[in-house]
């Protein structure tokens, strides 16, 4: 059973920083995309950033500059280190895990999702 469990969200203040983690657990090969979505109140989930094996690293226009996405194909984790935050940054940050292989040689057609992690950028 494949397992993404997000970490490093919470309170800050505009202009600061936060890193998220999202680490993928169970009988992992491989994973092809790694990505982060968000979801603000009353809004649909959004993309965020995602970092393809191989391909070009993809960034929300409202993100580019500000926030940076990485891999630890290592590990099977991803970050999103934001900075310079803004309130309209707040909202619940989800893990993307797509292309998944596992140790057996089963590819995996379907998204698999972490439980979110809430980011609030207030005053």
């Known amino acids: 059973q494949v397992q993404l469990v997000e970490s490093g969200g919470g309170l800050v203040q505009p202009g600061g920083s936060l890193r998220l983690s999202c680490e993928a657990s169970?009988?992992?090969?491989?994973?092809?995309?790694m990505g982060w979505y968000r979801q603000a109140p009353g809004k649909q989930r959004e993309l965020v950033a995602v970092k393809p094996n191989g391909g070009s690293t993809n960034y929300a226009d409202s993100v580019k500059g500000r926030f940076t996405i990485s891999r630890d194909n290592a590990k099977n984790t991803v970050y999103l280190q934001m900075n310079s935050l803004k309130p309209e940054d707040t909202g619940v940050y989800y893990c993307?895990?797509?292309?998944?292989?596992?140790?057996?040689?089963?590819?995996?057609?379907?998204?698999?999702w972490g439980q979110g992690t809430q980011v609030t950028v207030s005053s």
């Open positions: 169970g009988s992992i090969f491989s994973i092809y995309a």
């Open positions: 993307n895990a797509r292309g998944l292989l596992d140790s057996e040689g089963r590819g995996y057609e379907n998204d698999f």
